[in-house]
């Protein structure tokens, strides 16, 4: 039970917003989450004055009307990027430029949705995002249940920095995807406590998406688990979109999550990372299941600003100006479209030669999109020795998921160069399996 706020905290005017629209909500809320609220100090009242004749709030340097002051090797080196100076070197926004939010939240609403969604609030990377979520809706002891095998980042994320407690679910059984291991987990946590559930799809390190009938069972396990507790379901979409077989939905299921239950709460995280191929830009969004004007909206765009201008204060001017002419341009959906036909080329590269591989030896998991492909090693072999050997005599590097997995990432191997990719890991693998048969 959570210790009541005094009726003069900052917050509680918000965190009443908040209970009035969902009060399973504010039972997500983390003890920060609660005590978050945006102060009304230099970048609130550097909005309120913005526009006036002379305006000595925020601390720019300006040519006195506005103007950024910066020295011009700089500045012509930014008018190459973006063609605004000072939408690239002045300070973005805490939340980020408002035409970057207001695209991105036209780009990814489905056609004919009625989802409700926020206008996204920019984030420093999809982690930054992640870790804005954790802050808020995280505290110690929390269940986090996470589909398995997970990125190891969100250990990092959720139970280093916050202290929740990670629960592994298990859907890859068989050599299939099994959605009910979701609701198993949900169903296992002590009846009515707030939880989250941590989706990405397609996944990282398997590379997997589910079905449309794998969806229809995930959301329907779900709201189920929403009847019996409030939830909080994290998507992180940071490979969204990157889908190369039929029947398989390249739509997040944030928006079939969005107004499905009362105490399920979905919120969005995307990014210009891999739907720009911007890695280096981070520039990220995170999108809440509620009408850019509705009061709870504004709640907790205040939160989570309040802990943003707490840790990196504004996400980076410049990179957002890139990536906001980068979706103005004519044919840039195409552009992007290519590059997922890339991908899908190499992915079908690599089922390929996995298909052909000895399947004593590389036992792929389920994949169908994103990046990667996670191989199961045969019994006894250890994926970090196997690593090892692989970067030691076979002059190829790979990534190792202890005790038995190891990953391909086909996204960065040309797709001519994949089937020697294949058979020189299944060769290390035989290498592995013959010092073991040596013992």
């Known amino acids: 039970?959570?210790?009541?706020?005094?009726?003069?905290?900052?917050?509680?005017?918000?965190?009443?917003?908040?209970?009035?629209?969902?009060?399973?909500?504010?039972?997500?809320?983390?003890?920060?989450?609660?005590?978050?609220?945006?102060?009304?100090?230099?970048?609130?009242?550097?909005?309120?004055?913005?526009?006036?004749?002379?305006?000595?709030?925020?601390?720019?340097?300006?040519?006195?009307?506005?103007?950024?002051?910066?020295?011009?090797a700089l500045a012509r080196q930014i008018e190459s990027l973006a063609g605004d100076r000072n939408a690239a070197l002045l300070y973005s926004a805490v939340e980020g430029r408002e035409p970057l939010r207001r695209r991105w939240r036209e780009r990814h609403r489905p056609p004919g949705t009625t989802a409700p969604s926020s206008l996204p609030l920019v984030v420093a990377g999809l982690t930054h995002g992640l870790s804005l979520v954790a802050d808020l809706f995280c505290d110690r002891g929390r269940a986090v249940v996470i589909p398995a095998p997970f990125w190891g980042n969100y250990r990092q994320i959720f139970t280093l920095r916050r202290g929740g407690r990670?629960?592994?679910?298990?859907?890859?059984?068989?050599?299939?995807?099994?959605?009910?291991?979701?609701?198993?987990?949900?169903?296992?946590?002590?009846?009515?406590?707030?939880?989250?559930?941590?989706?990405?799809?397609?996944?990282?390190?398997?590379?997997?998406?589910?079905?449309?009938?794998e969806s229809d069972a995930v959301v329907e396990a779900l709201t189920a688990a929403a009847s019996r507790r409030?939830?909080?379901?994290?998507?992180?979409?940071?490979?969204?979109?990157?889908?190369?077989?039929?029947?398989?939905?390249?739509?997040?299921?944030?928006?079939?999550?969005?107004?499905?239950?009362?105490?399920?709460?979905?919120?969005?995280?995307?990014?210009?990372?891999?739907?720009?191929?911007?890695?280096?830009?981070?520039?990220?969004?995170?999108?809440?299941?509620?009408?850019?004007?509705?009061?709870?909206?504004?709640?907790?765009?205040?939160?989570?600003?309040?802990?943003?201008?707490?840790?990196?204060?504004?996400p980076a001017a410049l990179t957002q100006e890139v990536a906001l002419s980068a979706l103005a341009t004519d044919g840039v959906e195409d552009e992007i479209e290519e590059v997922r036909s890339i991908l899908g080329r190499?992915?079908?590269?690599?089922?390929?030669?996995?298909?052909?591989?000895?399947?004593?030896?590389?036992?792929?998991?389920?994949?169908?999109?994103?990046?990667?492909a996670l191989i199961e090693l045969p019994e006894g072999v250890d994926a970090e020795a196997l690593r090892q050997r692989l970067l030691a005599e076979f002059d190829t590097g790979v990534v190792s998921s202890p005790p038995r997995y190891v990953r391909i990432a086909y996204c960065s191997v040309a797709e001519e160069a994949i089937p020697e990719l294949v058979t020189r890991i299944e060769a290390g693998v035989a290498a592995e399996v013959s010092s073991l048969r040596a013992w």
């Open 1 to 72: 039970m959570l210790a009541p706020m005094s009726p003069t905290h900052p917050a509680q005017a918000i965190n009443d917003d908040i209970e009035k629209a969902r009060p399973a909500l504010l039972a997500l809320l983390s003890d920060l989450g609660r005590e978050a609220v945006y102060p009304p100090d230099i970048p609130f009242q550097a909005a309120q004055a913005r526009g006036k004749r002379y305006n000595a709030t925020i601390g720019q340097i300006t040519d006195g009307h506005g103007r950024i002051l910066a020295p011009p």
């Open 166 to 213: 990670v629960v592994p679910a298990e859907v890859y059984r068989g050599g299939r995807f099994d959605p009910g291991a979701i609701r198993a987990a949900l169903d296992a946590l002590p009846a009515g406590e707030p939880a989250l559930v941590l989706l990405n799809l397609p996944a990282n390190p398997v590379g997997y998406s589910p079905t449309a009938p």
């Open 230 to 314: 409030p939830l909080m379901v994290v998507c992180d979409d940071a490979y969204a979109g990157l889908v190369y077989e039929d029947g398989v939905p390249r739509e997040s299921l944030f928006w079939r999550l969005a107004g499905a239950a009362e105490s399920l709460i979905p919120v969005k995280i995307d990014g210009c990372t891999k739907e720009l191929v911007f890695f280096g830009g981070r520039v990220a969004f995170l999108t809440f299941p509620f009408e850019p004007e509705a009061a709870v909206t504004r709640a907790l765009e205040s939160k989570t600003k309040c802990v943003l201008r707490a840790t990196i204060g504004s």
């Open 346 to 372: 190499r992915y079908r590269a690599l089922r390929r030669a996995l298909d052909a591989a000895s399947p004593d030896l590389m036992r792929p998991l389920p994949f169908n999109s994103g990046c990667f």
